[in-house]
């Protein structure tokens, strides 16, 4: 079946981007090995906001939301604290390059994240040790049973390991992680929503 030329010049056209889209698909690749350099700490906090500000200037200020709105999306409820305030810091750099900053809003918003994060982890750390506290007499009973009805009296028994694996399989911990990740998870998603309005 022949092509009609309109549907020819069509099929020609798709793979051809406009200038802007050339322009901002560059942008983009720039902004993704910024941050790449960033994350593996080849670059610091003000070195990310120089060039952020040489972008700006050249006319190219939609940067700015798109590196926060990457850099937010950086954070985890799991991140550790040193990935965490490397986030903030070059979030809250890059909202001194706007003109309509809302430093403050922004901030207040980054503790409140950091907030539920922490909260999130000392509650997780917390339930995971009563449950290890409930299994160690258990298990230290069931060593002591072992060793006595073993012959050979060279044996070692590894308490400590065998309360972390046992914790780690038990259904209470299995459960307690799964309605614990949804509840804090939603938490979360709804307080990064908020703060990406911000941007």
Not at 63 to 84: G, M, V
Request: charged fraction near 30%; glycine fraction near 4%; include cysteine.
């Amino acid at each position: 079946m022949e092509l009609s030329p309109l549907a020819k010049e069509k099929l020609a056209k798709i793979g051809e981007l406009s200038p802007g889209e050339k322009e901002r698909l560059k942008i983009s690749e720039k902004l993704t090995q910024l941050l790449a350099d960033y994350f593996t700490k080849r670059i610091d906090v003000n070195s990310l906001w120089l060039e952020l500000k040489k972008c700006k200037e050249q006319g190219h200020e939609s940067i700015i939301r798109e590196t926060q709105i990457r850099l937010l999306n950086a954070i985890t409820l799991t991140s550790n604290q040193a990935d965490f305030e490397h986030c903030r810091n070059a979030l809250l750099g890059c909202e001194t390059l706007k003109e309509h900053s809302r430093y403050s809003d922004l901030e207040h918003g980054l503790k409140m994240l950091e907030s539920l994060r922490l909260q999130y982890q000392q509650e997780k750390e917390r339930a995971f040790n009563n449950i290890k506290q409930s299994i160690q007499q258990q298990v230290a009973m069931a060593a002591r049973q072992v060793l006595r009805q073993s012959s050979n009296r060279n044996i070692s028994i590894d308490i400590k390991g065998s309360v972390e694996a046992t914790a780690r399989t038990n259904p209470q911990w299995r459960s307690f992680l799964l309605e614990h990740d949804r509840i804090y998870g939603q938490k979360f998603d709804e307080l990064v929503a908020r703060v990406k309005r911000l941007l």
